[in-house]
């Protein structure tokens, strides 16, 4: 113990800092901070620069403005129901996120000073620490600009990170563009035993899969 000159007492203090291999980042606390790692941008194919990055709180707005300007299709597709827009419910869940056992990518562009959302990726998991569930949807004018592959490969990563080894996603049997992006990924398809209307696509995150993920980043 010492007395310094303002009168405070204090002793001599040393620690040993030592690498916890069977922890995953942030495990030991409550709340996770934002993770600022999976930020990232990408040139699409009509030249425009798209900042990828996890969900805040505040995207609320930009999200209920991306399902509104969607085609009915897509968001039929995407929600596999007739909805319109968002519930303020359904706004709060989407944005509003754990991430230590989902993440949700946006791919934001600007557009005359505003952010504008272009597409999503995420997944939520199962809680056998092995697998999630997995959805993606761009824009309707935002298609075919090789963004889609960009967020799924880097949704893999953010998965593989998290320890999950398997990835699934329900996608209805006459979504056939979805079918074939999935294939195109490695996924593998089959019918949904308990409603032949959908489809299982699944895909294992091994190390080949994912070096070929970091390759594509």
């Keep these: ?5 303002s009168g405070s007492v204090y002793a001599d203090v040393t620690a040993n800092l030592r690498l916890c291999k069977n922890w995953r980042r942030y495990e030991h606390l409550a709340i996770h901070p934002y993770p600022r790692q999976w930020v990232s941008e990408r040139v699409l194919k009509n030249d425009e620069i798209a900042t990828v990055r996890p969900v805040l709180p505040r995207d609320s707005g930009i999200l209920a403005d991306f399902v509104r300007s969607m085609s009915h299709e897509t968001r039929y597709f995407r929600f596999i129901s007739n909805i319109e827009e968002l519930t303020p419910r359904m706004l709060a869940s ?31 998991d199962n809680f056998d620490d092995q697998s999630c569930e997995f959805a993606v949807v761009l824009g309707d004018a935002f298609q075919g600009l ?6 799924m490969r880097r949704l ?3 998965a593989a990170d998290k320890g999950i080894r398997v990835m699934k996603g329900i996608v209805l049997a006459e979504n056939k563009r979805m079918i074939d992006f999935c294939k ?19 895909i294992k995150l091994t190390p080949a899969l994912l070096e070929k993920c970091q390759a594509s980043s």
Excluded: W
């Design 1 to 5: 113990m010492r007395l310094h000159d």
């Design 94 to 124: 989407l944005s509003h996120i754990d991430y230590d056992r989902e993440m949700a990518l946006l791919a934001v562009i600007q557009r005359d000073g505003q952010d504008l959302l272009i597409g999503t990726a995420r997944y939520i």
């Design 146 to 151: 090789g963004l889609a592959s960009y967020l």
């Design 156 to 158: 893999m990563q953010v």
């Design 184 to 202: 195109h990924l490695g996924f593998t398809i089959q019918r949904d035993p308990d409603d032949f209307g959908q489809i299982i696509a699944s």
